[in-house]
């Protein structure tokens, strides 16, 4: 079955960058793309960008365009997510999700943006 | 941007009765490329309906999707005690994605 599995809670301060992580298995990696999602504590569901495992291709949303970087890693089936220049607004729960539409999720990696 | 609204923003509903959630797009959904996801607390959420009324593998027939052009509806035909939850439309036919800002059904 297909399986999303992210990693691990990130705490960091103002300024700094995350990196997340979101391993694939159960389907050929190269076929689908990978989004990114977020969610600010009680908030709704916010699309950050999407990229292509099988050419690399990416889109991204206005507002992240300057501080995201989507990257995959075909040997190991691994989708990341980088976020420069974070602030405390940027405290979310991070998803990855497969395809168009979003037809498996990831778990979700908590990132805390706190001095 | 493809602004997403739903209504109503909370739904107060008991066990067995029907849930009718609508999503308004502020310009023609492309392709009718419109879904529709459910998200428990504390989990990710689980996409229910794709293509306007399609629905997604494995997602009971109790759900439905309907709509085209600007004005879509998610009917939940008879609620299940596992339902209650936010649901969330998206479109996903013009960058950026965008979805709603979500509808709550609760217990009664």
């Known amino acids: 079955q297909v399986q999303l599995v992210q990693s691990g809670t990130e705490v960091k301060e103002p300024g700094a960058s995350v990196k997340v992580s979101c391993k694939a298995s159960?389907?050929?990696?190269?076929?689908?793309?990978f989004n990114w999602v977020r969610q600010a504590p009680g908030q709704g569901l916010e699309w950050m960008g999407r990229i292509s495992p099988y050419n690399g291709d990416t889109d991204s949303a206005q507002k992240f365009q300057d501080r995201i970087t989507m990257t995959t890693d075909t040997s190991t089936s691994t989708a990341y997510m980088e976020l420069r220049s974070l602030r405390s607004d940027d405290t979310a729960v991070y998803y990855c999700?497969?395809?168009?539409?979003?037809?498996?999720w990831g778990q979700g990696t908590l990132v805390t943006v706190s001095s | 941007d493809i602004v997403l609204t739903q209504s109503p923003g909370t739904l107060s509903l008991s066990p067995g009765e029907r849930a009718t959630l609508s999503c308004r797009a502020s310009q023609s959904v492309s392709s009718n490329y419109l879904a529709w996801y459910q998200q428990k607390t504390g989990q990710a959420p689980r996409l229910l309906i794709y293509g306007a009324s399609r629905r997604a593998t494995d997602i009971p027939d109790r759900f439905s999707g309907s709509g085209s052009g600007t004005d879509f509806t998610l009917t939940i035909s008879r609620l299940e005690p596992e339902d209650f939850a936010v649901f969330y439309c998206q479109q996903y036919g013009v960058s950026p994605w965008t979805f709603g800002q979500g509808t709550t059904v609760e217990i009664k």
């Open positions: 159960g389907y050929t990696f190269h076929s689908y793309d």
């Open positions: 999700a497969r395809a168009r539409p979003l037809d498996n």
